[in-house]
T-cell receptor, first 111, second 112 residues
Framework: QKEVEQDPGPLSVPEGAIVSLNCTYS??????FMWYRQYSRKGPELLMY????GNKEDGRFTAQVDKSSKYISLFIRDSQPSDSATYLC???????????FGQGTRLTINP | DVKVTQSSRYLVKRTGEKVFLECVQD?????MFWYRQDPGLGLRLIYF???????EKGDIPEGYSVSREKKERFSLILESASTNQTSMYLC???????????FGQGTRLTVV
């Protein structure tokens, strides 16, 4: 069993929809949780960063962490075609140096 | 802004060639990483360096070596390129006290 599970999709939704992307994990030592966005043929860029449980909002994006369920989510409101990308979750424990990544979910927003 | 720069966006090499992929970061990060990314397999860690001249094997080190002579530069070496090393290669850096990693733009390597 992988430490981090993420549905690879692909996920296709119409423009304006609310998108929910999720990861589950098994290691209770993870404390820091990240979402990366990767456009086609580019490197991943850090999109959201959260410490421990709770919500964090940045514009149309909300990151949510539920440590009791070992479940993290990224919500995209009013989705745009420019949000079409692969989204990778990543997490790391306190003092650790190597991130553990999900497989990535390929998202397409249709105009 | 953190900048991680990979020397090439696209490379085409012949089977058996020795290939060097270079990565430079400008944030004085202690840790640097090389990953490869293939469809359906996600990111896989090849090698990790936590200090100058220090390295640690990742999940798939076979066929690769690395060099870190200076803190800002981390090189991935394919000693004898093979077609199954055709992939997207990603370099990343991270400070030892931080949790987030920063990636370069990637190198798409094709071995023919």
């Amino acid at each position: 069993q992988k430490e981090v599970e993420q549905d690879p999709g692909p996920l296709s939704v119409p423009e304006g929809a609310i998108v929910s992307l999720n990861c589950t994990y098994s290691n209770s030592a993870f404390q820091y949780f990240m979402w990366y966005r990767q456009y086609s043929r580019k490197g991943p860029e850090l999109l959201m960063y959260t410490y421990s449980s709770g919500n964090k909002e940045d514009g149309r994006f909300t990151a949510q962490v539920d440590k009791s369920s070992k479940y993290i989510s990224l919500f995209i409101r009013d989705s745009q075609p420019s949000d079409s990308a692969t989204y990778l979750c990543a997490m790391i424990g306190q003092g650790a140096q190597k991130l553990v990544f999900g497989q990535g979910t390929r998202l397409t927003i249709n105009p | 802004d953190v900048k991680v720069t990979q020397s090439s966006r696209y490379l085409v090499k012949r089977t058996g060639e020795k290939v060097f992929l270079e990565c430079v970061q400008d944030m004085d990060h202690e840790n640097m990483f090389w990953y490869r990314q293939d469809p359906g397999l996600g990111l896989r860690l090849i090698y990790f360096s936590y200090d100058v001249k220090m390295k640690e094997k990742g999940d798939i080190p076979e066929g690769y070596s690395v060099s870190r002579e200076k803190k800002e530069r981390f090189s991935l070496i394919l000693e004898s390129a093979s077609t199954n090393q055709t992939s997207m290669y990603l370099c990343a850096s991270k400070s030892s006290g931080g949790s987030e990693a920063f990636f370069g733009q990637g190198t798409r390597l094709t071995v023919v």
